[in-house]
Nanobody, 125 residues
Framework: QVQLVESGGGLVQAGGSLRLSCATS????????MGWFRQAPGKEREVVAS????????YYADSVKGRFTISRDRAKMTLYLQMNSLKPEDTAVYYC??????????????????WGQGTQVTVSS
């Protein structure tokens, strides 16, 4: 069973930054397409960003383009999300997810088979 463990969430003021991490011990992590999703209270889960297995392909939701950066360290088997210029509307539980069903990026949550437990990000105004 693939386990993904997020960390790095917290409370930050608007305009601040946070870096989320998602670690795994899955040896085939380097072959996974990975993604970050978020879910705010009363809203559906939405894609934030996705990165392909090599790290050379990335996808970002329009709402975070230019502010967030997804990256991966294949040797450390860790996925990152650097979040800058945070806004109150970024407040949500953030989840990392992984899939072996595609080698490309994917904004479709149904493509992902493995999910972390989530980490809360709260941005105060």
């Amino acid at each position: 069973q693939v386990q993904l463990v997020e960390s790095g969430g917290g409370l930050v003021q608007a305009g601040g930054s946070l870096r989320l991490s998602c670690a795994t011990s899955e040896r085939t992590f380097s072959m996974f397409t990975m993604g970050w999703f978020r879910q705010a209270p009363g809203k559906e889960r939405e894609v934030v960003a996705s990165i392909n297995w090599s790290g050379e392909g990335t996808y970002y939701a329009d709402s975070v383009k230019g502010r967030f950066t997804i990256s991966r360290d294949r040797a450390k088997m860790t996925l990152y999300l650097q979040m800058n210029s945070l806004k109150p509307e970024d407040t949500a539980v953030y989840y990392c997810a992984g899939t072996r069903r595609t080698s490309s990026t994917s904004p479709d949550s149904t493509m992902y088979d493995y999910w972390g437990q989530g980490t809360q990000v709260t941005v105060s105004s």
